[in-house]
């Protein structure tokens, strides 16, 4: 796994793909914090992060899609298929390379909170919980862009497959209760107010574990028929 996650995070940082991500991410970020903060006048943090998860929704699929499709586009995934490491392994290597992308860009935000500190008082109070919700929302987005990716070989067909989920999960829940799990955005709201809401943690936890569990289950599948 190790070896994986080493592997991934250089195919990131040698390739535009990390610094494409990094800098859209903080290109709107910085808009947003510019309207909460200079025409606005707040000084909440923590709704600047709920806004990061709105932008989140759209781009994290530059991350994902070439997971897997990008390997089977490329011929690659042969090294993986022929590989004696193991598929669990390889899954969460590659999970975990994208979510230290994640965790390395929201770090940059935090130049945000020293600026707000240096104005006033920022609300920091619910500053953990919505940061724990914001990594259990990166872990669910990353574990599906992945799933995405293990069903195709095209990258740009895991990036719209991606894109579409988490932008219909925006608003599916409109259309019956039924849907509220997958009501990403809703379901990190709850973390903002300073409270750490069990039913969401798991049902956000629970999500990204059957996502990773299906991605391992294809690719063992299409290893066993090689």
């Known amino acids: 796994m190790l070896a994986v996650l080493k592997k991934e995070l250089k195919t990131y940082f040698l390739t535009p793909i990390g ?3 990094i800098g859209l991410f903080l290109e709107v970020s910085s808009l947003i ?3 909460y903060t200079y025409v606005s006048g707040s000084l909440n943090f923590s709704y600047i992060f709920y806004d990061s998860a709105i932008i989140l929704t759209f781009i994290i699929a530059i991350l994902t899609m070439n997971m897997f499709a990008g390997e089977r586009k490329n011929g690659t995934d042969q090294l993986i298929m022929t590989s004696p490491k193991s598929i669990t392994g390889i899954v969460l290597g590659k999970f975990l390379a994208a979510m230290i992308v994640v965790i ?3 770090i940059f935000t935090f130049m945000y909170l020293a600026i707000i500190n240096h104005f006033g008082t920022p609300d920091i109070s619910t500053l953990g919980t919505t940061l724990l ?4 929302l990166t872990m669910a987005y990353i574990s599906f862009g992945e799933l995405a990716s293990s069903i195709t070989d095209q990258p740009i067909i895991a990036y719209i497959i991606t894109f579409v ?3 219909a999960s925006m608003y599916i829940k409109n259309l019956s209760s039924i849907f509220s799990m997958v009501s990403f955005i809703d379901l990190y709201e709850k973390f903002i107010n300073g409270i750490i809401p069990i039913e969401e943690t798991i049902q956000l936890l629970t999500f990204t574990v059957a996502c990773i569990i299906l991605t391992i289950i294809i690719l063992q599948r299409r290893k066993n028929l090689k």
């Open 19 to 21: 610094y494409v991500f």
């Open 33 to 35: 914090f510019y309207i």
């Open 104 to 106: 390395i860009t929201e």
């Open 133 to 136: 919700g914001f990594i259990l």
């Open 165 to 167: 989920f988490f932008f």
